[in-house]
């Protein structure tokens, strides 16, 4: 990237197609600013249905007073996190997701355990374990992301306006619309791509770019004579501006 590489800034993952592209892990801070966002919202939902449910309460017993607390403490993270592709609504407004360690998404067992443990890296609400294995790990992993093997990571867009990801170059060329839709790992990989362009020579970016642009190109631009990495380039181009 042109940049001395930190220590647990970032983290270098391959896909099977042979591209490299970077995670950037989110540190303890600003996911506990998240945590805290997803914490108030949690209060604001349990004060609510108590409010709402309240004669209900006081006919049926505190037992679904309890199974409410009960559900929204140990599922809201989880749900989140499986229905709204690993974004709790804290992440969401700061730019975080949950993925696996290799880059793909996160899925319901993995969600589950990472946060099963949270209450062990919670520990009394004094959020040292949390704090100490975040510290000493790669990647910033509390004890249920070691176990479930996942990482909070920056999303594209929380990280479209810094000027490490400085794309402007990619204006000189045309812009591409990709034949069929594209998923966030395919995003990714593709951005990635163009980010590490600038540090490769032309041979060997569109070597790495054939292994990939194939699935997405159609006859016309074939026939336009455009390279698989000039391809590559201008879908990022097209992204990159959808993340502005």
């Known amino acids: 990237m042109g940049l001395p590489k930190e220590r647990d800034t970032s983290l270098s993952v391959q896909t099977p197609e042979g591209i490299e592209f970077i995670l950037y892990p989110a540190g303890f801070l600003i996911?506990?600013?998240s945590y805290s966002i997803d914490f108030a919202i949690q209060l604001i939902f349990i004060i609510t249905a108590a409010l709402t449910i309240n004669s209900l309460i006081a006919i049926v017993g505190?037992?679904?007073w309890m199974l409410i607390l009960f559900g929204v403490s140990w599922f809201y993270h989880v749900i989140c996190e499986i229905f709204f592709k690993g974004q709790s609504l804290g992440k969401k407004i700061l730019g975080l997701r949950v993925?696996?360690?290799d880059g793909s998404p996160i899925n319901p067992g993995a969600?589950?355990?990472r946060n099963l443990l949270r209450f062990a890296d919670t520990f009394l609400f004094l959020y040292i374990i949390a704090l100490i294995c975040m510290s000493a790990s790669n990647g910033f992993?509390?004890?249920g992301d070691w176990a479930a093997d996942t990482l909070v990571i920056y999303t594209t867009n929380s990280l479209s306006n810094s000027r490490r990801f400085d794309m402007s170059w990619l204006s000189r060329y045309e812009t591409v619309t990709p034949s069929k839709g594209l998923s966030y790992e395919e995003k990714q990989t593709i951005l990635m791509f163009a980010r590490r362009y600038p540090l490769m020579s032309k041979a060997r970016a569109d070597e790495i770019a054939g292994s990939y642009a194939h699935i997405f190109q159609n006859?016309?631009?074939i026939a336009a004579n455009c390279s698989d990495s000039e391809y590559l380039l201008g879908i990022a181009k097209k992204l990159s501006g959808e993340c502005s």
Do not use: D, H, K, Y
Request: glycine share 0%.
């Open 111 to 113: 969600s589950f355990l």
């Open 31 to 33: 996911r506990a600013c």
């Open 219 to 221: 006859r016309e631009q």
């Open 62 to 64: 505190t037992w679904l």
């Open 99 to 101: 993925v696996r360690s």
């Open 141 to 143: 992993r509390r004890l």
